[in-house]
């Protein structure tokens, strides 16, 4: 009898009184779900704080809200440095009004030096890659990633012959394309190049200076409007993304992978002091479950669990904030020079 009460225990603590967040977080048992969907229900709503375009947190927020009614999602969505500065501001303040976060890694390792993540588990991780997920102490983690955005060569159709498109960064330098791209100021730009000096060195971009690339100050999402149009023939710092969704919409345009593809990633995380903690791991389930990963490959994101049949590459992993801002000014330095005449 008293073998099966101690056995018992941990689990009827679950319905007897709520656990905190650090422990509900890591907690492995089989009643799990049943409590996280019975929690969140009671907590009514979550708050979370997204980098996604508007439409696109929209039709996640209604799918959520459709799986689990009476759980509302409260969405402010913003820029990756705005979201920053505000989670940081609202943590000085004692102001604790997120639950759960995505936004791109910059963001979540701010988070996490600033010890403003709680690391969680899920029956869900193990169906994602160890280069997806930053571990945690005692088998956790403090994010995972759940969409990619993948940048590679976009040019239109009706200006690039199927002769003069690359497959490598070796064939960026045809003659057939000399005098016919352009890259973003930005920071896609930048972590083109970076890709560029990783997989092909220093040596390599002066030979790209010579195909007179022209550089637009502009995002990356920007100037496949201009490829789009014929204003710039091509680009090997397009979204594979933003080249689908103008696709879709009748442009002449078509994106094929380099033999280093940049992967802007956006992951998933539960904020240290979340007042809705059940709801904020039901929410982070479900962006990492089937259902929430097909959501995103819907609005023509990739997804880590999936071989694309590329190489990814995640600029900052491994790095610190400062590191990768140090390396990121290489970058753009080098990005200066190849476009200078």
Known sequence: MIVVLLVAAPALSQTSQPLPLDQLASYRGADRERILVEGAKREGKVSWYTTLAANQNKQIANAFQAKYPGVR????????????ERVLTEAGARRHLVDAIETTLPGLTTFRDNKLLTPYTSPLLGGFPDDSKEKAPNNLAYWTIV??????????????GAADVPKTFDGLLKPGLRDKMAMPGDETGARTIGAMLKSKGEAFIKKLKEQNIKLHMMAGSALTQLVATGEVPASPSQFYSATHVAIKAGAPLAWVPMDLVVCSAGGAAVYAYAQRPHAALLFVDFLLSP??????????????????GFKRWYPEKGLTVAQYEQTSEQWHKLLLEVARK
């Open 291 to 308: 259902e929430g990963q097909k959501l995103y490959e819907d609005l023509y994101f990739g997804s880590p669990q999936k071989d694309y």
């Open 73 to 84: 999602v409260e969405t402010f969505r913003t820029g990756s440095g705005a979201l920053i």
């Open 147 to 160: 969409r990619e955005s993948f940048v590679g060569f976009g040019y239109n159709t009706t200006i690039i």
